[in-house]
């Protein structure tokens, strides 16, 4: 049987652990927008309703500013993050040519993650690994100097350690 009261509560722990230290001051939204992204690894459309009832911010202008700034995110993140450089560097050598091979080997756009959860794909304006131009990083870890071919097999890689693992 479904307690849905103790689901909710906690559903919606660490929410109330971050307002807890929130003191009324409607100017700390973006702080408050970090802390929650930080705990649930996006911001959820209930935690951004209940965030409203509690601030008084109108839905709305929390939307506008989680969809203004870049580093806020709507929708879940996948368990492997792929940054794939489009640089000056990795522009000029081929960066969208890999995207379109991990586009293809994903199933999915730049900005989205896929189906199963297992991965995101984002690009950024640079990595700081120029001279390994194309690159991507994975998980924290790059991978230059770039092929579609090569780009494909580190994706097929993770899967694999993925499904051997389980």
Request: with cysteine; proline share 4%; glycine share 10%.
């Amino acid at each position: 049987m479904c307690d849905c009261a103790e689901n909710e509560k906690k559903r919606f722990a660490a929410f109330e652990e971050i307002m807890a230290g929130w003191d009324g001051d409607k100017s700390l939204l973006i702080p408050l927008l970090q802390e929650i992204q930080g705990a649930y690894g996006y911001l959820p459309e209930d935690v951004i309703v209940r965030l409203s009832e509690r601030t008084g911010i109108f839905v709305p202008e929390i939307l506008g500013v989680a969809t203004f700034y870049s580093q806020f995110r709507l929708t879940p993140i996948g368990r492997h993050s792929i940054k794939l450089c489009y640089g000056t560097a990795c522009h000029v050598n081929g960066a969208e040519t890999i995207g379109g091979a991990l586009c293809d080997e994903l199933g999915i756009e730049i900005g989205e993650t896929t189906a199963d959860g297992a991965f995101t794909l984002e690009t950024v304006a640079c990595l700081g690994c120029c001279s390994l131009a194309p690159v991507m990083m994975v998980d924290g870890e790059a991978h230059g100097r770039l092929t579609p071919a090569k780009a494909r097999e580190v994706i097929k890689e993770i899967r694999e350690k993925e499904a051997a693992a389980q």
